[in-house]
């Protein structure tokens, strides 16, 4: 008999969705519960790396398709002085296949949809603006109450909550907490220069680092990462002034970048958050998964990534094994050192940004190597 008939996943982002459609796919009967009225989060860019495309190939591959087409597919990231001018480029590998780019921008809130859409299609019911509000573990399943005061019984809970993930404060007491890093992001849409067409381009200046990510034919994304040692909350009306004055040093595309920063509307700030909870993942019929067990700060730009590549592995375990205890250690196997390797080489990646005149500081270096090993099979 299958190890599990039925599933509650909490969180209703790239893992909770990704997770629902391939469990859903296999015959396993899906609620989702979200806490959040809808599931498209800000209007902000998402820049996926080959091994994101493979793994959401893996998903549903007309949901590839769809992205590509909708988004925009290129091959490179480069690394670039204050003054503009390109110093090296890294070529990102095609995971996803020789047919496929090694990377592709897209707009949030395009992408969660499109993963609501195949998650529905494929069965799952989701059930918005709930959350869970208790998790009691018996001998042959998870009696889970819900804010809206229903209860029912699942033979797994998969906790995709997020990085202030509730299902591990209610299931894993005692775990590392997430803990703030010391940078935070800047992000805009802004309409894409044509210099900006052969991917990802990251500018290095003696303050920050400046990221741009092409998002569409018309569209690129904006990222300016600040070091903050503390977290602070300036007024919004103090945004555009604010990354003016970070952006003061630089010229080429980055200046005119500057002049855009007007409208404290378009603009979304977020101090960054790192966690990594030791393995198990699990705890009798509990699992977590993505960012609720191992959010990584964006520098690799593979945590949804990673997040998507937990569902696939979870719905190939679920089916090759006849016990849940089992596949949970299989699956802890098969995802801890791919995770562990983007959490602890992105977190290097923002150190070396804060010390750039470390020594050792080669982060063109550090994300082939990372990128390459990611490329390889998970
Ligand atoms: C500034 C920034 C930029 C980033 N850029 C990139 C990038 O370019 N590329 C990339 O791959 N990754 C990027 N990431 C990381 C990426 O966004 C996450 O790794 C990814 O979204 C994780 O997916 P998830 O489903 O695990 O969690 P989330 O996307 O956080 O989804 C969690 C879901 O659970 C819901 N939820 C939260 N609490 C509860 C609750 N108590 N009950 C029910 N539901 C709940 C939330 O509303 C949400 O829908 C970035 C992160 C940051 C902070």
Known sequence: MAAVRNALIVGGGPAGLCAATVLCRRGIDVEIAEINPDLRPLGSGLSMMGPTLR????????????????????????FGTVEGQIVQRVELPPAAGPEYPGGCGTMRPVFWGMLAEI????????????????????????KVTLTDGSSAE???????DGLHSKVRDLAFPGVPQPFFTGQTVWRMTLPRPDEISDG???????????????????????????????ITRPPQ???????QAQLAEYSGVVAWVREQATDPARIDRRP??????????????VLLIGDAVHAATPQLAMGAGIAIEDAVVLGELLESHSDLDDALAAFMDRRWERCRLVVENSLQLGEWEKHPD???????????????????AF
């Open 200 to 230: 990802i381009v990251m500018f290095y200046g003696p303050r920050n680092k400046v990221g741009c990510s092409p998002l569409s034919d018309d569209e690129m994304y904006i990222f300016l990462v600040e070091n903050t040692p503390e």
């Open 154 to 160: 699942y033979d797994l809970v998969v906790g995709a």
């Open 358 to 376: 470390d020594p050792e500081a080669d982060p063109a270096g550090l994300m082939d190597a990372s990128l390459a090993v990611l490329a390889g």
């Open 55 to 78: 793994a959401l190939r893996m998903v549903d591959e007309e949901a590839l398709e769809r992205c590509i087409d909708e988004g925009f597919g290129h091959h490179a990231l480069s």
């Open 237 to 243: 009306e103090e945004w555009p002034a604010l990354v």
């Open 119 to 142: 998650a529905e299609k494929a069965g799952a019911r989701i059930r918005l603006s709930t959350t869970v509000s208790a998790i009691e573990h018996g001998a042959d399943n998870v």
């Open 272 to 285: 960054l958050h790192a966690v990594l909870v030791p393995s198990p993942w699990y705890r009798g019929r």
